[in-house]
């Protein structure tokens, strides 16, 4: 279920509110081979399930900045904020990758707003947004990500 801010000077209260969880999504290995394509990072952890079979993690694994960027997908399904003119990603002032996600894996992304604050034109949140991976004992990513919504 989506957490919605009326109004950008909402999230100025909202300092250490749990926002919720996305959808489940199955990473499979025809996303990791578009991301591989996209950003040129073909290595065979990712997109040789041959070779990755016999190596560290028994298969190809996403990289870890497909997993980064799924926060882009996820963030909107937990959060949104209405009567703005614009919102735009900001930034991220920490990004940690506790655990690798193998192909085949289910992951979602859960959030928690660490801070706000008042800037020129409107609000500046930090969204603490972690991916999980289902049965997994450690995050898949851990992001601090940086929203700017103008109202």
């Known amino acids: 279920m989506t957490t919605v801010f009326k109004h950008p000077d909402e999230l ?4 250490g509110r749990h926002l919720g969880y996305s ?5 499979d290995q025809q996303r990791i081979d578009q991301f591989a394509e996209a950003t040129g990072d073909r290595q065979w952890i990712h997109v040789d399930p041959e070779r990755a ?9 996403a990289h870890g900045y497909l997993t980064l960027s799924l926060a882009n997908l996820f ?15 900001y930034g991220c002032e920490k990004v940690r990758f506790p655990a690798p996600v193998p192909v085949g894996s289910r992951v979602r992304g859960g959030g928690e707003i660490i801070s706000a604050e008042t800037v020129k034109g409107g609000v500046q949140v930090v969204v603490r947004m972690t991916i ?6 450690r995050p898949a990513c851990v992001i601090d990500t940086i929203s700017r919504f103008f109202a």
């Open 53 to 61: 079979a016999a190596g560290p993690f028994g298969k190809t694994i």
């Open 132 to 137: 999980e991976i289902e049965g997994g004992s």
């Open 12 to 15: 100025l209260a909202a300092t």
């Open 75 to 89: 963030l909107p399904e937990i959060m949104r904020v209405e009567n703005v003119s614009m919102g735009v990603n």
């Open 23 to 27: 959808q489940w999504l199955q990473i």
